[in-house]
């Protein structure tokens, strides 16, 4: 029953779809200012439509309806309600419905609130927007449709993985699909600008605030999926250079660097080619990111759907975009002549875009390389931590340091004393790192110069954000915001890495074991019926030898039974200034339990930093609001 | 003519990527043992179960053939197999079998020993399954066939059975 409702609305969608595409293109060449009143009406049922299908699908989940495949292969009558709703996206198929409902509700946002643009530029981005939602309607309809059903009517479905059991994760798909998928409408509109000639400062305004918003989501996302991995994965990181998370960081750099140059499009009417370039390349990337995941090409904590023929799909699609857009790039492209004074805003940042593009250049090869070795050579690979660090951190302090020096300067050009005292400040910072080095040279040169220059980019945000308080320079809160957290982001994660403690030992129940001025005792071992799991809870009691303090920690095993899993939850106290860390895991046929005991610095203030960059963001679309 | 030229290159380098993402598709992503054949045992140190004796890749050298096997108590396939392991030392006399306790108590192990023969020349233990992961195991029973010279002729996953046997026996003629 409720298969085919969601099967209808999928092929109402569908045929919407292309009835929005034929009228679109029977207006291009209606000489009327407006847009037809048909075409309105077409997207709203279109949207409708679309977000009654996953409501059907989430009904489905809802109720256990396991006449659907999907529903059968994801849920289980016993799962907690939450878990169950939030379980219509966790899956392969469920996950690319939520896909096109973002990029349905894009294409219908986009129309309705971009009506002072030109009629073309907006038919044409709602033609291209259209393209892509038929594109990936296609590929759900033939072989990834959530709604096919089953029969006999199995008794019970298999669950949901129970590693997928967390509400971080329930909330991280939503948010990076918006993030993701919402880029498409700026590369539909980077298309529909070459073919409409919409160019310049009027199309920087039209994309803008989707550039941030998207931004903004992706940013949440990504920090979201890292803060699942620390409490859920049980290994004390939260980030681990994985394919995946490799994935999601390559579309973030080129947004972030296209946020940045948008700006000089939008105030200096110049490098519009660029930003184009950025726009078509951040949904690309996201697409790619996409296949890599969902192809099974690469191994990692997130391929849930290990099926070459999607991969074999997506990889279709996306060589058709890539070749779509390039091909309509060299036919419309414009020479553009630079003239940029080199202490200009402009300067600062293109210099901003070309870190970006290297970091992006990095993170892709290393993601690649072990695909590309395997297919040429046959040899198997994997490229860890040690690449990313050697070549990334050497950057980043240049990078932080033109985060400073960059908003100081004006557009066109600066004048020479702003820009003399910033260096000043450099020079005392520099004066004081050296000192500190000679002093207190723990951490190594690149460590020591990293946590300077995010000290200084740090103290300059706080600097900047007085002034602009006090000269109600409200316009500038957005980049002082997200400058500050990602200095203390860099700062934060550095002091991290350098005091945190790890350990790795077998303990009994009733020993006691002492390490790093902690006393730790195993008291007890308590086991505990739940819904759908039986848990292995540990009871240790932690001291502070220094500060003779206790404190309770009770990390735990998870016996899933649908289906059938283990998994181990750390036990996390959270403080301001750091986290205990505490997990266990049964030794097989012995009385011991293999403990893992972590004391990570400034943990929180990891997640504080990641969410001030994205607050940046939000501020800017608020200040927006308010202009109109 | 420099327009021309960037857009070949930017086509170009756009083809090989989508075309390596094509092929990487259709290879074989799952483990597969047949790149370890031909390759050598390179060097390792393990201890005996029963007292602190050591054996490295030098003692594997003095024999013709060695069966590396790979084993626990609480295995089930393997108290399956271990009947074949018997039967191949008593029946062949220029093969040893070297055992690999695998995440295993050592009493347990001397019972299962005890119980069922013991086929091995050495029984070395891996409490941790550390030295075993660098063996290539992934699971067990597992079983490694060399030669004199270290090199790898056959890995078989999974119990040894009638037909496994008769294909040792074959390798090792």
Redesign the interface.
Known sequence: MLSNIGSILILSVLSLSLLIIYNSYLDLKNNNQLIKKSIYSLSLFQITFTILSFFTLIVGFIYSDFSIINVYENSHSEKPLFYKIAGSWGNHEGSLLLWINILVLFSYLFLIFNHKHNKKFRLYTLIFQNFLILGFIIFLLINSNPFSSIYPVPLDGLGLNPILQDPALAIHPPLLYIGFVGCSIYFSAAIASMLSEYSGKQFALAIKSWVQISWVFQTLGITVGSIWAYYELGWGGFWFWDPVENASLLPWFAISALMHSVMVLEKRNTLYEWVIILCLLTFILSVTGT?LVR???L?SVHTFA?D?SR??YI?LF??LM??TS?IIF?KKRKKEIYSFKSSSKETFILANNWFMVFFLATVLIGT?YP??L???T?A?VSVGPPFYNTVIIPLVIPFLLLMTFGPQSSWIKSKKETLYKTFYILLGAFIINSTLFYFFGSFGFYSNLILITATFLILHSVIDAKKSIKNRKTFEYPRIISHLGFGMLVFFIGINHHHSIETDFNLKVGETKILYGYELFFENITIEPNKNYKSIIGDFKITDLKKNYTQYLNPEIRVYTNPETLTYEAAIKSKISSDLYLTMSNV???DFYNIKFQNKPFMIWIWISAFTIALGGFVQLILKKNEK | MKNKFS?II??GF?IS??S????????D?SYNTK?LIGGKITNFQLRSIYNSDLITEENLKKNQFTLINFFAS?CAPCRLEHKYLVKLVNQKKNIKILGINF???KN?AKTFLNELGDPYYFVAEDTDGKASILFGIYGIPESILIDKELTVIKKIIGPIDQEKLEEIFRLIK
């Open positions: 296949f192809s099974g090409i191994n290990n070459p991969g074999l990889l996306l060589s890539v070749f390039l060299f690649i695909i590309f395997d297919v040429i046959g198997k097989s046929r012995s | 857009k930017i086509f756009v990527f989508l390596i993402f094509w092929l990487g598709l259709k290879k992503n790149d609480w995440k295993d108590k347990n």
